[in-house]
Structure formats: C-alpha cells, structure tokens
C-alpha cells in the first residue's frame, strides 16, 4: 500500500507580528475612541483659529502665528491626552479575555504580539499627531501671512513635532504596558490617568528648574519661531527613547508571564 | 502526523493553578494523552475544565507542575508548538469589521503561513464548513451555528495534530450539533482531540477516553470503557405485551423472588432492579424464563439511563462523599 504523502507547511516567523500590527491599525482607526480623537482636535483646531482669525480681521489685533500654533499644541496636547490615554492602555488590555484567547491560541509568541500591539499605537498616535499638527502649521502660515511676516519657520514647526512627538511616545508605551499588566483596561485607565494628571499638576506646583508640562508647552511658540536649543531637543528625543525602551522591555517581559 | 508517532501527545504532572491566592482552579493534575486518542473532558461548572485546556496551550501559567505538549514544555511564548494545536474556546469571539475571509486570512497569517498557502486553505475551508454564501459578510451579524462553524475552519486551518475544543456543541441547534459530532468522528480517525463537553451523550457518541474534574481535582482518568464499567448494571426497562392478568402475575412472582430488589409495574412497562449478589445475567435468564412461562411477550428491554452520565454521576457523588478521606487518596 502506498504511503500518503507528508504535508509539510511551510511557516514564515514574522508574519505573526505583520498580522497583529496591520489588524491593530485598522481596528484602531475604525474605533470610536480614535475618530473622537481626530474629530474633537479638528473641530477644536478649526474654531480656535476662527476666532483668532476673526479677532485678527474685524478688530484688527495683530495674531502671531507661532503663539496661536503654541497655543493649538498645548490644548491639542492637554485635552487630547484622555484619549490617548484609552487607545493606549485598551491595546492589550482591552483585549484580554475570550477574544486574546482566539489569538494567542494561535502560533503567536506573546512578544510578537505585544510588539506588535505596542508599534501599531505608536504607529496610530504618533502619525496622528504629526498630520494634524502640520495641517495646523500650514493653516496657521496662511491664515496669519498678513501680517507683517510669518514668525513661524520650518526647523522650528519640526522641531516643535518632534517634542510633542517624543513626549507622545512615552505617554503610548507606558499606556500599552500598563494594560498588559493590569487585569482590565478600565483599572488601566484610570490609574494612568491619575498618575499623569497628578505628577503633571504636582510639577506645575514645583519652581522653575522642575520640568513643568504646562511650562514646557507654553515654550513651544518659541520653539516653533527657531528659538530652540538643538541640544535640548536632542536630549528629549534620547530620554523619550530610553524611557520607551525601558518601559517596552518591561512589558515585554511582564506580559509573557502573566495570564490572559 | 507531523512528530513521532509513539511520542505523547499532552503529557501532565501535577498541574496545579491558583487564581490570585484566592481560588484554587486546578488541583496537582496529572495525566497523559497518546495519539489518536480523543478524551472528552467532563466535569460541572467550575471543575476546572477550562482552565486546564488554557494551562496545555499556554494561555495561562501554572502554579505549579507542568504540562508538555508534542514533548516539550508548554509556555506562553512556545508559539511553535501552538502550531501544531488547533483550539475553539467556549464561546469564539471575532475581531470587529471582520469576514470570513479576513478572519481566516488573519488566524492564518498568526500561524505564520504564506499567502500561497493560506489563501486556498482558507477557500476551501470556508466551502466545507458551508459559509461561501456568507464569506463575505460581517461577523457581527452570524449566528451561534454560523459562528460556530468559522470557529471549526480556523482551528483546521494550519492542520493541527491536536485539536482542543471547548464546549464544540455549546448554543448550536439539533442539526447543527449532528454534524459537529459526525465532524468530530472524522476528524478522530487521524487526530488527537481534546472535547471539553457538558453534554454527556455528546462525549458518550464520539470520545474514547474520559478526564473527569471536579472542584479541580481529578477524580477520573481513562478509557471510556473502564467509566462505564463503573457503574451497577442492575436496573432495566421491560415493555410487555400480553395479557393483564398474565402481566402482574409475573410481577407478582418477580417480587416474591429475593434477588429483585423493586419490581414496578406502569402499564405495560416493567421496571425492575436486581441486587447485586448474584450475577446480573442469571437473574436476567431467570426473569426472561418467568414471562415465557406466563406467555408474556417481550417487546424491548434495555439498561435505565444512560451509562457514562449514570457513571459520571456516580463519580462526582461518591468524590462529594469522600469528605476528609480524598487527604489519604489512594496511589493511582
């Protein structure tokens, strides 16, 4: 009697990752916290410069676009952080239970999946961000072009992005490794809320050698004129990395230890 | 099969988990599967049914002991080894937004396999558990026996060797449930299956093996046969054609006779149970002999109940009873 042939299947290690980092993308976009998110900055970004430009065209009042740029930022920033807050920690957190039990089931490591997981809302947040906030920059250039010239410059709208962005990335990461170690994503949320909103008004309470939030944006309409220390910037952008690094490489590893 | 043939398929040792220091779900589990083998995993709500098939695919760890699976040790990152696993849990949940196609593209991409091979294998799945009316239609809107059917397609879709199956029969209507069973039989003949069921006709029909839990414990381990060959074969149903007045006579004669514990008689069915001194076939021979004689007629008999729950049931009550004594369990 012939034997049956041996099917062999052929397995490609990555592909796990791609899969969970592609659907995270399109089930963020599609999620009511996310189109929140972006309708919320639009319509608050919109108004704001109305109003300005209103002020600026019926009363006459001379409007700096890098301070209206700043001032975008900050609130883009401030009111935003609630939601960045919830797309962060629900990434795992929200899907623990029957339906990470359809997916971890599966030939997937828990590594691959909280990378992917964790790159895909830093994926989501941070290129967010950077769509919105040029969609301002370029709104805010032209709208106040009247003016006797534009103080805002290119280097300087970079460089402002890159911050907010930096600052983004720590927030996202800390966000998703807190969901993957606590046991839902509403504790998550809340504890990281109260940890950011709480450190964030304690430090507006500290002098001035204590790196304030509310401080440190109100400096990003200097930013945004070019009046910034490259060195400065470059040690935000190394810290952020670190502290991302570090936190990925704690959830990581907690994660893959403990029960979904 | 994909690894060797005589290698264990799950293998167990004392596998224990304790939720939080609060709940102890699995009590120092220890019991082997061979290939071929499909076990049908038993017990009431909150056995721990559910948490053992979650510590053998690595989705929890265990408190203490270990499981193996394919012989090497299962961990939440052994994603080679969940490879060779196929797995519906209890009540499948789908990503939203999602089709039968895209599930299956997903589930299979999370294998890790290539398009040129998912992409057929997903086809043809989607055609054999009948969903290519409804392939591309959303989730949200299947019903339990459409769900149920793509949950069955995912879990064949990387060609597993172990199949562990949560409650498979769980919400589907008669139909449904028919050919989920007619599937399992298939699927058996070349696969090792893990059912975990509430229904006791469902294991009865299609298992050969049987793990009973109960309150975490293990309290049965072993082939079907050796379940059903726990309980007291001494209580049957008789349905009678005849005379009346032959008809009780007989019951009359089959009480007076000492080894007919309770002989009852409800219209033309006979219910009799038999003492267990004497063997059952004896006393059969004798009570056959007793209707002949009263030119009764025999239309059916058969055992009261059906065996493995009568067995099941049996198991729980007596481990219900066992009380202090489980601390001086006997060696197994």
């Given at each position: 009697?012939?034997?049956?042939?041996?099917?062999?299947?052929?397995?490609?290690?990555?592909?796990?990752?791609?899969?969970?980092?592609q659907?995270d993308l399109r089930q963020t976009a599609r999620s009511w916290v996310y189109r929140l998110w972006v309708i919320m900055t639009v319509f608050a970004a919109g108004a704001f410069l109305l109003y300005r430009v209103g002020l600026h065209q019926e009363a006459g009042m001379v409007q700096s676009a890098a301070v209206q740029c700043g001032d975008l930022f900050r609130l883009m920033v401030v009111g935003g952080l609630a939601l960045v807050v919830v797309l962060a920690?629900?990434?795992?957190?929200?899907?623990?239970?029957?339906?990470?039990?359809?997916?971890?089931?599966?030939?997937?490591?828990?590594?691959?999946?909280?990378?992917?997981?964790?790159h895909a809302r830093l994926v989501v947040v941070v290129s967010t961000f950077a769509v919105l906030a040029a969609g301002i920059l370029v709104a805010g250039y032209f709208l106040f072009k009247s003016d006797a010239e534009s103080d805002l410059t290119l280097t300087g709208g970079l460089a402002a992005v890159l911050a907010v962005a930096a600052a983004l990335c720590v927030i996202v990461t800390?966000g998703?490794?807190?969901?993957?170690?606590?046991?839902?994503?509403?504790?998550?949320?809340?504890?990281?809320?109260?940890?950011?909103?709480?450190?964030g008004?304690?430090?507006?309470?500290?002098?001035?050698?204590?790196?304030s939030p509310d401080r440190e944006l109100a400096r990003l309409k200097f930013v945004l004129r070019g009046q910034f220390n490259e060195l400065v910037l470059a040690n935000l952008v190394i810290a952020s990395v670190?502290?991302s690094?570090?936190?990925?490489?704690?959830?990581?590893?907690?994660?893959?230890?403990?029960?979904? | 099969?994909?690894?060797?043939?005589?290698?264990?398929?799950?293998?167990?040792?004392?596998?224990?988990?304790?939720?939080?220091?609060?709940?102890?779900?699995?009590?120092?589990?220890?019991?082997?599967?061979?290939?071929?083998?499909?076990?049908?995993?038993?017990?009431?709500?909150?056995?721990?049914?559910?948490?053992?098939?979650?510590?053998?695919?690595?989705?929890?760890?265990?408190?203490?002991?270990?499981?193996?699976?394919?012989?090497?040790?299962?961990?939440?990152?052994?994603?080679?080894?969940?490879?060779?696993?196929?797995?519906?849990?209890?009540?499948?949940?789908?990503?939203?937004?999602?089709?039968?196609?895209?599930?299956?593209?997903?589930?299979?991409?999370?294998?890790?396999?290539?398009?040129?091979?998912?992409?057929?294998?997903?086809?043809?799945?989607?055609?054999?558990?009948?969903?290519?009316?409804?392939?591309?239609?959303?989730?949200?809107?299947?019903?339990?026996?459409?769900?149920?059917?793509?949950?069955?397609?995912?879990?064949?879709?990387?060609?597993?060797?172990?199949?562990?199956?949560?409650?498979?029969?769980?919400?589907?209507?008669?139909?449904?449930?028919?050919?989920?069973?007619?599937?399992?039989?298939?699927?058996?003949?070349?696969?090792?299956?893990?059912?975990?069921?509430?229904?006791?006709?469902?294991?009865?029909?299609?298992?050969?093996?049987?793990?009973?839990?109960?309150?975490?414990?293990?309290?049965?381990?072993?082939?079907?046969?050796?379940?059903?060959?726990?309980?007291?074969?001494?209580?049957?149903?008789?349905?009678?054609?005849?005379?009346?007045?032959?008809?009780?006579?007989?019951?009359?004669?089959?009480?007076?006779?000492?080894?007919?514990?309770?002989?009852?008689?409800?219209?033309?069915?006979?219910?009799?149970?038999?003492?267990?001194?004497?063997?059952?076939?004896?006393?059969?021979?004798?009570?056959?002999?007793?209707?002949?004689?009263?030119?009764?007629?025999?239309?059916?008999?058969?055992?009261?109940?059906?065996?493995?729950?009568?067995?099941?049931?049996?198991?729980?009550?007596?481990?219900?009873?066992?009380?202090?004594?489980?601390?001086?369990?006997?060696?197994?």
């Open positions: 009697m012939d034997t049956p042939p041996v099917v062999t299947l052929r397995f490609n290690k990555f592909l796990p990752y791609w899969a969970v980092f659907t920690v629900s990434a795992v957190g929200g899907e623990r239970g029957t339906l990470a039990d359809s997916i971890l089931s599966r030939g997937i490591s828990r590594y691959q999946y909280f990378l992917a997981k964790w800390w998703v490794v807190i969901g993957s170690l606590t046991n839902g994503p509403v504790l998550g949320i809340t504890v990281f809320w109260l940890v950011l909103y709480g450190v008004f304690l430090l507006t309470l500290m002098p001035e050698p204590w790196p670190l502290l690094a570090a936190a990925g490489a704690l959830g990581v590893v907690g994660f893959s230890k403990s029960d979904v | 099969m994909a690894g060797d043939s005589t290698e264990l398929i799950v293998e167990t040792a004392h596998l224990t988990k304790i939720y939080q220091n609060r709940q102890i779900a699995l009590n120092d589990v220890s019991l082997t599967i061979e290939p071929g083998c499909v076990l049908g995993l038993l017990g009431p709500n909150g056995a721990g049914k559910t948490t053992f098939l979650r510590l053998i695919l690595g989705l929890h760890r265990p408190t203490a002991g270990w499981a193996k699976v394919f012989g090497k040790v299962m961990h939440p990152n052994a994603a080679d080894l969940r490879r060779r696993v196929g797995y519906i849990p209890t009540n499948p949940q789908f990503p939203k937004g999602m089709t039968p196609i895209t599930y299956l593209d997903y589930i299979a991409r999370l294998f890790g396999l290539p398009a040129d091979v998912r992409k057929p294998k997903l086809a043809t799945l989607i055609r054999a558990v009948d969903l290519l009316a409804h392939s591309g239609h959303s989730l949200s809107h299947f019903t339990p026996g459409m769900t149920a059917r793509l949950a069955v397609a995912a879990s064949l879709i990387n060609e597993p060797d172990l199949l562990i199956w949560d409650e498979p029969t769980h919400g589907l209507d008669i139909e449904a449930r028919r050919s989920m069973l007619e599937l399992i039989k298939r699927l058996a003949a070349d696969k090792t299956l893990i059912l975990s069921s509430h229904n006791l006709s469902d294991v009865d029909e299609v298992c050969n093996h049987a793990c009973v839990l109960n309150k975490g414990q293990m309290i049965f381990h072993g082939s079907l046969q050796d379940l059903k060959g726990r309980i007291r074969k001494n209580h049957y149903e008789l349905d009678l054609d005849g005379e009346q007045k032959a008809i009780t006579k007989v019951v009359g004669v089959l009480r007076a006779l000492k080894d007919f514990t309770q002989v009852q008689l409800r219209h033309r069915r006979l219910e009799v149970k038999l003492g267990e001194e004497t063997p059952n076939a004896a006393l059969l021979a004798q009570m056959f002999q007793v209707l002949a004689e009263h030119k009764v007629t025999l239309i059916t008999v058969r055992s009261v109940g059906m065996q493995t729950e009568q067995a099941y049931l049996d198991l729980v009550e007596k481990e219900e009873q066992r009380g202090f004594a489980r601390l001086y369990a006997e060696a197994a």
